[in-house]
């Protein structure tokens, strides 16, 4: 584990600190009772972590003009530092990385009492026509605020639209104001291709912390066998954030990503051993506390 010189902590101790922060977890207590958990939690914590800090980075705004990243790839086998590990097969970092430094993308940041800062970065040499859909959960199902606007992102631009903009009228997104009980528990950004409806990017704001993720999003995962190989689609009815997906012979094309209540999408699985194995793992969800498992057949 790396340590700076002189400093009375390592860099275990700085995952552990935001774990907690993260997901309300005392991560001591969590090694030691439900281990597997912990590695789960504390690999997530790390890509959420980075890919929050970079979005933080490209916003409007942002006085800051780089950042390092401290290894591409570990050492040896084991809970290193890189961003893929020390075969070459990507890490949860690495997914978290490829989604903040998206050519097209959407990020939230809390600003209190002004709401949510919605910042919109086209890095590609074209304009882009898009479509921002806003959506304010309560439970991670019912919909209690939803609008919709389309945004021209000029060529090499960087913009930031404010929360209450987008809505047109007073309400707590952040629950900053406290007004009574908090009437969302997620908000979700999406930005899709105005003319053909692919995604682009999407967001997640938890206003009452990650708390919502402990609940039962009502997941479900199915092997499929295609021309290009297997695939596991994953359906859910209520919001399935931080998506991971855990398999002895096969490793996800993505991972770390968010389903929208109602939401569908199959994922490639790349095979990591013999590609004559059949698909055999399970499925994880929010802060790990939730398992769906899944067996593929041959035809």
């Given at each position: 584990?790396?340590r ?10 700085v ?5 907690g922060?993260l997901?309300g ?5 969590l ?10 939690l504390?690999?997530?914590a ?5 890919e ?11 006085s800051?003009d780089g ?8 050492f040896?086998p084991?809970?290193?530092w890189?961003?893929?590990?020390s075969?070459g ?25 002004n ?10 040499a ?17 919909m209690v ?7 021209d ?10 929360s ?5 009228s007073?309400?707590d997104?952040?629950?900053?104001y406290?007004?009574g009980?908090?009437?969302?528990d ?10 053909t ?13 990650r ?16 021309e290009?190989?297997w695939?596991?689609?994953l ?8 998506i991971?997906i855990?398999?002895?012979?096969y ?5 770390g990503?968010n ?14 051993g013999?590609p004559e ?17 899944y ?5």
């Amino acid at each position: 584990v790396p340590r700076d010189h002189g400093a009375s902590w390592d860099f275990e101790n700085v995952r552990d600190h935001y774990l907690g922060r993260l997901y309300g977890v005392d991560s001591v207590q969590l090694r030691a009772d439900d281990l597997a958990r912990y590695l789960r939690l504390s690999r997530l914590a790390t890509a959420e972590v980075m890919e929050a800090t970079i979005a933080e980075w490209r916003r409007a705004g942002s006085s800051c003009d780089g950042a390092m990243v401290w290894m591409l790839k570990d050492f040896v086998p084991g809970a290193g530092w890189g961003v893929v590990d020390s075969t070459g097969a990507p890490k949860l970092v690495w997914h978290g990385l490829r989604r903040a430094f998206r050519p097209i993308q959407v990020a939230l940041t809390d600003e209190g009492l002004n709401g949510l800062g919605i910042h919109l970065a086209n890095d590609t040499a074209a304009t882009v026509r898009a479509k921002l859909t806003l959506l304010c959960l309560q439970g991670g199902e019912r919909m209690v605020v939803r609008r919709e606007r389309e945004v021209d992102l000029p060529a090499h631009s960087n913009r930031t639209l404010s929360s209450a903009e987008v809505i047109g009228s007073f309400f707590d997104i952040t629950y900053a104001y406290r007004f009574g009980a908090a009437a969302l528990d997620a908000t979700v950004v999406t930005l899709d291709d105005a003319a053909t409806g692919a995604r682009l990017s999407d967001a997640v704001h938890f206003p009452l912390g990650r708390g919502l993720l402990d609940a039962d999003p009502g997941l479900s995962a199915e092997v499929i066998a295609g021309e290009a190989g297997w695939f596991l689609r994953l359906r859910t009815i209520r919001l399935a954030a931080s998506i991971q997906i855990e398999d002895p012979h096969y490793r996800a094309e993505d991972e770390g990503f968010n389903l929208l209540p109602g939401e569908e999408r199959a994922v490639r699985l790349l095979a990591t051993g013999s590609p004559e194995a059949v698909p055999s793992g399970a499925v994880f969800s929010g802060s790990g506390a939730n398992e769906v498992c899944y067996q593929g057949r041959r035809a």
